[in-house]
């Protein structure tokens, strides 16, 4: 069965750092203009997902969010998520280490694509 999202080592180790000094943390990539392009990484307890927001996956402990109206767009391209050098400029929780998370993505296969799980919405919590 295909993933609609993986990580880069640099990513996984970024997000056990940050999960070792912040307590569980979670992802959330909207979509909307400026920072809402890139991901955010916020601390669990304080984020709230709203009823349209997609579960793409989890990742090194991390769940990890995207926003309806991106992900309409984005739904036949498998997620990478990746840390690289420099900041993210947010509030994002990478802001300061020295690296900024990002997405890059691939367009699925046609066979990947028949072995995508359903979308998962995810409602209030």
């Known amino acids: 069965m295909a993933e609609r999202i993986s ?16 307590g569980p943390i ?13 991901p955010m990484c916020l601390p669990a307890v304080e984020f709230r997902p709203s009823p349209s927001d997609v579960k793409l996956g ?3 402990g991390a769940v990890f969010y995207m926003g309806d109206s991106h992900f309409s ?8 998520l990746d840390a690289v050098p420099g900041s ?14 990002i ?9 990947e694509l028949a ?7 995810v409602g209030y919590l």
């Open 58 to 60: 989890t990742l090194a």
């Open 7 to 22: 990580a880069t080592p640099a990513a996984i180790t970024l997000i056990e750092q940050l999960t070792q000094q912040h």
């Open 103 to 111: 997405t890059r993505g691939r367009v699925y296969t046609d066979e």
């Open 115 to 121: 072995s995508l799980p359903p979308e998962e919405r």
């Open 73 to 80: 767009f984005m739904q036949n391209t498998h997620t990478i």
């Open 26 to 38: 979670v992802f959330l990539q909207s979509g909307g203009c400026c920072e809402g392009s890139g």
């Open 88 to 101: 993210s400029g947010s509030f994002s929780l990478d802001c300061g280490s020295g690296l900024a998370f």
